[in-house]
């Protein structure tokens, strides 16, 4: 580790996200080398011991982040009141602690991410860092749609929904492009447009493209991977 703000380090540490970090640092119970430090602007380095309310926190926990391939009819949900499948009643025993970023709605399939890193999954679903989310949208029909009412932004019901790339595949299938992550974003725009979603799918999330992997499956991403999307979210 090479000199970091104490706040990044906490947040990176899966202590707190950034702002709830520099909350904690505030209120006094994070210390440095046995020194209790009270402002966000201090630095710390390798070998610094840092604690928070006299607990050890390790500068080396490694993030992992993974993606799942989520199939049909499951919620995104540690547990649905309603008695519904949810996405760790597919995956393995050994993935039941991981936290997903953003979510894909009952009907929704394909990528859908997870991390071992609270901040690292608010960070990858915060609006102002503008990560591109890409489905494919199955429609009853393009022709009827006003496309270009959704790529220059619309409001829905009250809601104001930022411009979206749509591209036609052919007549009943679009490509959809959002960076916004708004709750069912995308349903809502093609339906007041006049192409209502009949199946989605999605493709990609940032650089992490879905492939081949089937449904129910999940796999690591590499280190190479998961540093390039920490450079993006931190180094900005």
Do not use: W
């Not at 990044?8 to 520099?22: I, P, T």
């Not at 201090?42 to 926190?57: H, P, Q």
């Not at 749609?145 to 829905?156: H, P």
């Amino acid at each position: 580790m090479t000199s970091m703000r104490l706040g990044k380090f906490l947040a990176q540490s899966g202590v707190a996200s950034r702002r709830d970090a520099e909350r904690l640092i505030a209120s006094g119970v994070v210390a440095v080398n046995g020194v209790v430090v009270t402002t966000p602007v201090y630095f710390v380095n390798d070998g610094d011991r840092v604690t928070v309310n006299a607990k050890d926190i390790k500068p080396d926990q490694k993030i992992r982040i993974f993606a799942f391939h989520k199939p049909i009819n499951t919620m995104t949900t540690t547990r649905d009141p309603d008695g519904r499948r949810t996405i760790y009643d597919v995956l393995g025993a050994e993935y039941k602690n991981l936290r997903y970023v953003g979510r894909l709605d009952f009907k929704t399939t394909g990528l859908l991410l997870l991390t071992n890193n609270g901040d690292v999954a608010r960070q990858l679903t915060l609006p102002g860092n503008e990560i591109p989310r890409c489905y494919l949208a199955r429609v009853a029909n393009v022709r009827a749609a006003n496309l270009d009412a959704a790529r220059r932004g619309m409001t829905v019901d009250g809601i104001k929904y930022r411009p979206m790339q749509i591209d036609v595949v052919d007549n009943h299938t679009l490509r959809v492009i959002v960076t916004e992550g708004k709750k069912n974003e995308v349903r809502h725009v093609l339906a007041a447009i006049g192409a209502p979603v009949l199946k989605l799918h999605r493709v990609s999330y940032g650089n992490i493209d879905l492939g081949d992997l089937k449904p129910g499956k999940i796999y690591e991403l590499d280190q190479k991977s998961i540093d390039a999307i920490m450079k993006s979210l931190y180094n900005r």
